[in-house]
């Protein structure tokens, strides 16, 4: 599992189930990874909501790199280096960026230039649009989190603040450092969960804030069926 890049989204999953990452980079990945209704229902929201928020950055006029997509067939990595790092342009905002730092590969919805006082040039910010209608939610700033670590390997610059573009419409802003602390000791603390992951049958599924949403629920539930558990 070691070789495998995780994502914040696995990175959130795992804060609410040790087994959903097991599965999610075991060898039953390929015949139990399919996303529920409410997952896709979720995915396609989020599209409109990503798309909405594009539309008010071109609406003001903004400079806009739209990532070139991901050719079918094509790895992570190397759309990463395809694609490069449109940064060092003269872009005001980088639309669906992929990044890959320290052994965690993710999109940045948005990267927004702005202008740093103490820095003395202007640097990226994170945003990340989100369904959330009041406000952010631990996983959602561990994503921007890492699209903060990610932008700062990229420019030598570390951002000051990340951005959540909740449902509502309203921006709610995070200080890096306030956040950064946890972040490393979460990375720290997953780091050692993947040296020493279980074999998946050592493993049993327990009910989680995940469950909702969860690809493999499907397959936890016929556990939970074929022992007839009280779950």
């Given amino acids: 599992m070691s070789e495998e890049l995780l994502t914040p989204s696995k990175i959130t999953a795992w804060l609410d189930c040790a087994w959903y ?7 039953q990945q390929a015949e139990l990874n399919h996303p529920g209704p409410l997952a896709e229902l979720l995915r396609e929201k989020g ?4 798309a909405t928020c594009l539309g008010e950055f071109e609406a003001l006029g903004l400079r806009i790199y739209p990532t070139p997509e991901r050719a079918k067939g094509e790895s992570f990595e190397t759309w990463v280096a395809r694609v490069g790092n449109p940064m060092d342009g003269e872009w005001d905002v980088i639309y669906q960026f992929p990044m890959v730092h320290d052994g965690i590969r993710g999109i940045a919805d948005f990267l927004v230039r702005v202008p740093s006082p103490t820095q003395g040039k202007a640097n990226f910010e994170p945003y990340d649009a989100k369904l959330s209608r ?5 996983g959602h700033v561990l994503q921007l989190c890492f699209y903060a ?9 570390a951002p000051e603040r990340m951005h959540l573009w909740l449902g509502s419409g309203e921006v709610e ?4 450092d306030q956040f950064g602390p946890y972040w490393r000791r979460l990375r720290r603390r997953l780091a050692q969960v993947i040296d020493a992951t279980p074999d998946p049958a050592e493993l049993h599924p327990e009910p989680c804030p995940h469950c909702e949403f969860c690809e493999f629920s499907g397959h936890c539930e016929t556990i939970w069926r074929n022992e007839d558990s009280l779950v």
Avoid: F, R
């Fill in 47 to 50: 599209l409109s909501h990503e």
């Fill in 21 to 27: 990452l097991t599965l999610k980079n075991g060898q």
């Fill in 149 to 157: 670590d990610a932008t700062e390997a990229l420019t030598g610059l």
């Fill in 134 to 138: 009041k406000q952010a939610k631990p």
């Fill in 173 to 176: 802003s995070l200080g890096v």
